[in-house]
């Protein structure tokens, strides 16, 4: 075969494959996830336990990190790591000491045990 002609394979009735689109290259929050967030982040700075946060898209997970000062570690980690999904949950509160707090695959439940409901006091 000469290099003018042109292969069996390629010719008018073939089918042609492309390739299947690739997982995404970083791991994000999505707009629903974000307003959690960032719902609870305003909660808790207008009680004034929290003063800054940070968001890290990863490959293989993303962070919510919130600290006390800006200077500081990280207080609390809310980690999507969706290799997880299926087994322990997507969503997962890391205390700055590396305790996992609570995990899930519903983000609003796992936040749960950062939201302190108000309480009458006697």
Not at 25 to 41: G, I, M, P, S
Not at 62 to 80: C, D, G, H, L, T
């Amino acid at each position: 075969m000469s290099e003018s002609e042109t292969p069996q394979s390629q010719s008018a009735g073939a089918v042609v494959h492309f390739p299947s689109p690739a997982r995404p290259a970083t791991v994000t929050f999505d707009r629903r996830e974000l307003n959690e967030l960032l719902n609870l982040y305003g909660r808790m700075v207008a009680a004034g336990e929290w003063r800054d946060y940070a968001i890290d898209f990863l490959k293989d997970k993303a962070q919510f990190s919130v600290f006390r000062r800006s200077s500081e570690m990280p207080i609390y980690r809310i980690v999507k790591d969706p290799a997880l999904a299926r087994r322990q949950g997507a969503y997962s509160v890391v205390a700055a000491t590396g305790l996992i707090l609570k995990r899930g695959s519903e983000l609003s439940r796992v936040l749960k045990v950062l939201d302190r409901k108000l309480s009458i006091v006697n």
